[in-house]
């Protein structure tokens, strides 16, 4: 079995490269998750991207399934990854087309996403392709026309989780903050630092703030809250460094 896994970008279907299109046209069978109603608009974007690239695959969608609150994190993502990889066998097996089965990825396969984990699940092994697409890191940089690391300076890339759980990241002069749900820059005890926050990167909807953290945070807490209540989703990301940094 030949699975493809597409990125498809931050939103934007203009963000598709070439190679994801002509991808898309010889697949055979593509793979589309439904989030539930209040999230509708993703398997949208997706639909979209898959008429404009011109696709004649089969399209099978599946229902994406929630995570267990009630266990400790790791864990909670494991069975939830395991959950999916059973959801996507069976959109598989009932597809009627054969050849080449896609699946369209959010961002970048290979940043802080875990499709490549879960496709080490499905039985049997799968033929592998990935195809790299715009992350939010690229997206979010161009949207406020700003540089990705100081002048030779180290960049970490994390969670708001672990920037809850361990601060500032050790030796870096760039943090990149991803997949935070929490807003987890409220932790830092930091007068010195700058914010580059954008949501929606890419879409029509995008919403970017920036300036000093002791400024710019309380309006992004804000208009994130506001974002989530409109949308009932959002995806979003933020680039901190210290004033003055070249």
Request: glycine share 8%; proline share 6%.
């Amino acid at each position: 079995m030949d699975l493809w896994l597409i990125g498809i970008g931050t939103g934007n279907p203009a963000h598709i490269t070439l190679e994801a299109q002509r991808a898309l046209r010889d697949a055979a069978v593509i793979l589309v998750p439904r989030k539930g109603p209040d999230k509708s608009d993703l398997a949208g974007i997706r639909h979209r991207i898959i008429a404009d690239a011109g696709a004649t695959a089969q399209v099978v969608e599946f229902d994406y399934p929630t995570r267990d609150p009630a266990i400790p994190y790791k864990d909670r993502v494991r069975a939830w990854h395991d959950d999916i990889a059973r959801r996507w066998q069976a959109a598989i097996a009932g597809a009627s087309s054969n050849g080449p089965i896609a699946l369209l990825v959010w961002g970048d396969p290979s940043l802080y996403d875990s499709t490549l984990r879960i496709a080490t699940r499905l039985t049997p092994a799968p033929r592998l392709r990935v195809l790299p697409g715009i992350t939010a890191l690229q997206a979010l940089t161009a949207a406020h026309g700003l540089t990705f690391n100081t002048l030779a300076g180290a960049v970490t890339v994390t969670t708001g989780r672990r920037l809850r759980e361990f601060g500032w990241p050790k030796g870096a002069e760039t943090a990149v903050v991803m997949l935070d749900g929490k807003c987890s820059f409220q932790t830092l005890d930091r007068d010195d630092l700058m914010i580059w926050w954008g949501a929606y990167l890419g879409m029509e909807e995008e919403l970017l703030d920036h300036g000093p953290l002791s400024e710019a945070g309380p309006r992004i807490v804000e208009a994130r809250a506001q974002a989530r209540a409109d949308h009932g989703w959002i995806m979003d990301t933020y680039l901190l460094r210290p004033k003055g940094a070249e």
